[in-house]
């Protein structure tokens, strides 16, 4: 029995060996590229034993092609199932919930180096290059700087004469039974070319691809679970600025010393109490990169009380500790309720230095995704951890940021404020003095202003237009006030000043408002997708409260725009915007201006067109009808302007043809239609054999004007064209009249 059932296995025809050395090199190359670049992305070690490994079973795999190989394959088989287990048992062992993408690449890696001591076939080598082509789209999704651009190319340069090898090889035009290192006819030449083609169109399809909101990954990226020690202190704020000599601080973020000197490396503003009486600047460098729907401003604090040459978070010990369930990393803020229409808006953020343990998030977080147990929430909406924020750490936000409505924003009074008095708070010695100055600048707009809101904006407006950015002016002594000494004394300040001085100001005329700091958006990169944000980037804006709708920012820093970056500002055409920008500034000013203008009414006209169809859908079933017709409508005519435009070519590309050449492709083309359709490796007069056993009512039509052709075409003989024109237009006129 034993021996029937081996001869039955050495009975079975051996697979169809692949000769070509060349093709296997190239194929192995391009699957050791992707796993180097998802190594680079993933900031792993998986490529130093996986890429040996695998060249030395390509190797293995060369010298047994002609075998059965029995044995290895059993053992592979037990190899991949031991693989599989053992991601079965990272997954639901709960060490790898923090991002799937790295922990499936890693199977597939170990799947490859298996796969490559069993390769004989083409059909082997190309699971291999689907393999490499998904490492690479995983490295893609992982990477966070341009070095994944540079494996890119060298990705691509090795994929276009593997897919053409590939191609031939599928066509059996590299069959010769023999190995070798040669593919003849292979117009290699035309690769680089291919390669600069290829690339161009890439980059062109890259830079006009829309980025629409919903382009946001669900199964949210974080670190692996980073353990604490002791108890959780919520009410301690580490930042690393504040505990070097001679910095002015006491390691918990006191920072309150009378004068004093800013920490080059960290912003001064992270902490539950500043001092803005320190001089200095900072020495710039990339802190954080954010993969985020939307630009914004990357919120870390507020302060409600005012110290005369700082701010402080008055209600430090009101600070709330959230836990998180066991089973996952999903942290439910509080959310505080208001009429302020919203979006959700998904940020990923991934820490290129150590930061205070302050997490940065847009406006009203509703989720977090953080690798600890605990996070905490203070009294003015600020996330904190247990731990700070070292180099490498990710995490995830989901956030329902408010629209900014002016026209509803301008109808809201100031009435009851709840905490009203923390957030009207001024100092005695100068609150009439500033008040008084308040409303003189007030006085000088042309309109009498009435809204809390317009207040707001002119008075952030003024600031920008009658004070400067002033970083020489000298340390204010114990007695001095900042914001007297910012308005009256030294018509300016750092940046920060400015903002101190709005909302102190504006408490003045009770309206309440409060400091908040963190980062602006940072230089977006369009190749990443990725804002790079650096330490020079954090500064210090005002935040009013407008009853019923909530606290909204503005940013009085001249240089800086009236209101930090909103949702409301359509981010779709992101990258073409940017491109178009670096392209306006080399062209002169009347040209841009002209472009702008011609640009700007294009946009328009088709965004009220399209505001006017979407309308349709909401006004009743009337409405939602009529769109449905119209989008029907619209769609069958682009389905006849499409196929308008097919014969246009078609017909075009005919006329440049040859006579007999033309006549030849609109045979081809005819009967393909009717389901007799050639193969590409078919000569002419194969496939006019061919014809007489599948289209035999036909085959003599179809046998003379391929001979015709071929004889044309090689031998260069005149054909009778108008006799073969004649005769494929009976053919044609056949089909209509018989069906057949």
Known sequence: MRQSWWQRIQALPMPEIEESILFRILTQALVSVGIVATDIAADTTLSFWAVPLSLLGA????????????????????????????????????????????????LLIQLQVLHSFDMPRRKDLGYSMVIGIILIGVASTLSQTMAFGGMLLVFLAIALPVLVMDYRSRLGLTRSGQPTLKLRKVNFAALPLTFLLTLALGLAVFAVMPRFSGYQLRSFPMSAQ??????????????????????????????????????????YGFSDRINQNLRGHLKPRVVMRVRSQVEGFWRVLAFDRYTGQGWELSRNKDTRTVKRPSSAYQFYLPQMFNLSRKKEVVQTYTMVTELPNLIPAMSQPRELYFPTQEVAIDAEEGLRSPVGLREGLTYTVISEVPYRNRTLLQKVAIEAVPDGSLYLQTPEKTSEKIRKRTEELLATSPQPITAPYEKALFLAQALKQRYAIQTDIPPLTKDQDLVEAFLFRFKGGYPDHFSSALTVMLRSIGIPSRLVAGFAPGQFNPFTGLYEVKNTDAYAMTEVYFPNYGWFAFDPIPGHELVPPSIEEDQTFTVLQKFWKWVAGWLPSPVTSVLNRVFGAIVQWLGGILSWIVGLFFRGWIGLFSGLILLTGLSFLGWLSWQGWQKWRYRRWLKKLPPMESLYQQMLSWLEKQGFRKHPSQTPLEYARQSQAVQTSRAQTIQDISQAYVSWRYGGQAPDLRSLQQRFREMRKAKVKTGK
């Open 59 to 106: 190797t293995w795999s060369w010298m047994r092609r002609r075998e059965r190989n029995i044995p290895t394959k059993f053992l592979l088989a037990i190899g991949m199932l031991v693989a599989l287990a053992a991601f079965f048992v990272r997954m639901i062992g709960g060490r790898e919930l923090n991002d799937t993408r790295l922990v499936l690449a890693e």
């Open 226 to 267: 980073v353990a604490t020690q002791g108890e959780f202190d919520n009410r301690r704020v580490n930042n690393p600025g504040y505990v070097r000599g001679g910095k002015g601080g006491t390691g918990q973020g006191s920072g309150q010393s009378d004068r004093g000197q800013m920490d080059e490396d960290f912003y």
